[in-house]
């Protein structure tokens, strides 16, 4: 078979021949892989800068994807850490880190989707007690998961969205999706009494924002949960004490690690349930594996999906 395979972490992957995987255990399956989406996860897991890598190289990176069982069952499958990713014509799943699909989806859709929004719908469910008529702030509202956030959050009920980022362009789009308003990090005061602040920027800007945020804040003993998943801006950030001590903050990060497995599995059906449906609007960008090299590094408004 073919896969992209990684021999160093500073290069791209190649497009080469692999070895064909083999089922370990009764709970393994050797599938076809569909589709499969370029995250940010999984450039972070291949160049070994994430804090969960652990495979070595050489390593076929992806980290879920759409995949066709034995049985001929369309399942999305969530991969543990492991040398051998969806980035490949055919790979192991565990048959319980994976849900079953309905027949008729469209395996690029579901790829690009379910990495990005799993992000924002497991820290509402599974980090803060989150209930409707809740008001979010979406830092870095304008990648591809900041914006399933919006959307996400408003499905859950909040009463106000409001969306923050850099580019104004791609602000503009996020109303279509359900943004109630849109802000850049200068007018980030306009966001004061918000409830939950959903970041993934982190870094000095979010260390800004913070504190521009909790000194226009009416009343600094009203809870405020802020949501650290991302961290495009930096890995850390300056928190001044004071935002811990002079309001009822709760600073929570939401990932792998301070989410267990087990959370995560729970939430995929109803998760793949509302990408399915149509509730979760998606922007794929399908490339063939074989152009995994160029399409590396490729930095899109969309989400690149791999097809072998």
């Given at each position: 078979m073919h896969a992209a395979v990684i021999t160093a972490f500073d290069a791209p992957p190649t497009y080469r021949e692999h070895p064909e995987p083999v089922a370990g255990n009764d709970h393994e399956l050797v599938v076809e892989v569909l589709a499969a989406g370029l995250h940010h996860l999984v450039r972070a897991k291949?160049?070994?800068?994430?804090?969960?890598?652990?495979a070595s190289l050489p390593l076929v990176p992806g980290v879920d994807g759409v995949v066709r069982d034995p049985a001929g069952r369309l399942r999305y499958a969530v991969l543990d850490d492991t040398a051998l990713g969806t980035f490949a014509d055919r790979t192991?799943?565990?048959?319980?880190?994976?849900?079953?699909?309905?027949?008729?989806?469209?395996p690029v859709r579901i790829a690009a989707a379910m990495n990005p929004a799993m992000s924002s719908?497991?820290?509402?469910r599974r980090r803060i007690s989150f209930e409707a008529g809740r008001r979010v702030l979406v830092l870095g509202a304008t990648g591809n998961a900041g914006r399933m956030a919006v959307q996400i959050a408003k499905q859950f009920g909040a009463a106000q969205v409001i969306g923050c980022g850099r580019d104004t362009a791609r602000l503009a789009g996020l109303a279509a999706v359900g943004a109630?308003?849109?802000?850049?990090?200068?007018?980030?005061?306009?966001?004061?009494?918000?409830d939950v602040v959903i970041d993934y920027v982190w870094g000095e800007p979010s260390a800004r924002a913070m504190t521009a945020l909790l000194t226009a804040r009416a009343d600094r003993s009203a809870p405020l949960s802020w949501i650290q998943i991302g961290s495009v801006a930096g890995g850390t950030a300056p928190v001044p004490s004071v935002a811990l001590r002079g309001a009822k903050l709760q600073i929570v990060g939401?990932?792998?690690g301070s989410v267990p497995a087990r959370d995560f599995l729970a939430e995929l059906p109803e998760l793949a349930a509302a990408v399915t449906n149509g509730a979760i609007d998606v922007r794929p960008h399908t490339v063939p594996l074989a152009e995994v090299s160029q399409a590396w590094a490729s930095r899109t408004g969309d989400r690149i999906v791999f097809v072998p």
């Open positions: 291949a160049n070994g800068t994430h804090y969960s890598s652990a192991v799943i565990d048959v319980r880190r994976s849900v079953p699909l309905p027949d008729d989806i469209d719908w497991v820290a509402l109630d308003e849109t802000i850049t990090f200068d007018e980030v005061d306009r966001a004061a009494d918000v939401s990932g792998i």
